[in-house]
């Protein structure tokens, strides 16, 4: 995913073959890795090209945008054909129902493995929680970050945020529909998934670029120690019996 909103907005500001290449290469290798990371890179490819929007009225970006999508489609091509045609031999079609129970919820968002989190907030469920620092300059940097990146990675994140929710949001009795349960009517991959809380992976990436804006934005890059504290600090809070 790093790659793919790399080249995305390399796309937008550099068009060309470099951006192109990367651009098709990223999508087609994420995409054809399972079913939840071709719906995750269609719907990255989908914000990125709606985040180029005006640009591709100039003839080179428009050409090279083309490019990048016909390479990435030709590579994903094998993939999703044999799985199309497997879902529909298999019947392979879930209940959409089944997906509430591991969608992305307020427990979800904090359980973790690590030493230092699971004795608060315990691990008996998936975790989507990156760690506090993470969330913290991630939403320093979603609030305050400046530049056009900053407004493609802030899209990208809520959009994966609300797609890992799940089908739809209990609010006092009602229930508010979500971009996943509407998506599950058009995209058939997506009939095979129980598992909306994997779609955070990719916003989870986005929160951390912005954490990164974060940092840049304070010039911790001139200070090496700074940087090396935040590094052992982000190390520390996310050791886990596995490590």
Known sequence: YPFLMLGLLRLKERPGWGAALLTGLAFGWQAA???????????????????????????????WTLGACLLGGLIVLPWAWTFASLQVEAGLVRDIGQSRDAALSLRSSFASP????????????????????????????????????????????????????????????????????????????????????????????ALTFLAMLALRRWRWSRHPVALTFVGVALFAETLTPWV
Do not use: K
């Open 33 to 63: 890795t399972g079913g939840y990371q071709a719906v995750s890179a269609a719907v990255l490819l989908a914000v990125g090209l709606a985040w180029i929007g005006r640009a591709l009225r100039a003839r080179r970006t428009l050409l």
């Open 114 to 205: 690590s030493y230092l989190w699971q004795p608060l907030f315990g691990d008996d469920v998936d975790t989507a929680f990156p760690g506090l620092i993470v969330t913290l300059l991630g939403a320093v940097g979603f609030f305050t970050a400046r530049g056009r990146d900053a407004w493609f990675l802030r899209i990208v994140g809520l959009t994966f945020f609300l797609l890992a929710m799940g089908p739809d949001l209990s609010l006092g009795g009602w229930r508010v529909p979500l971009p996943f349960g509407l998506a599950w009517q058009w995209l058939p991959p997506l009939r095979a998934a129980r598992h909306p809380l994997t779609f955070v992976i990719p916003g989870l990436m």
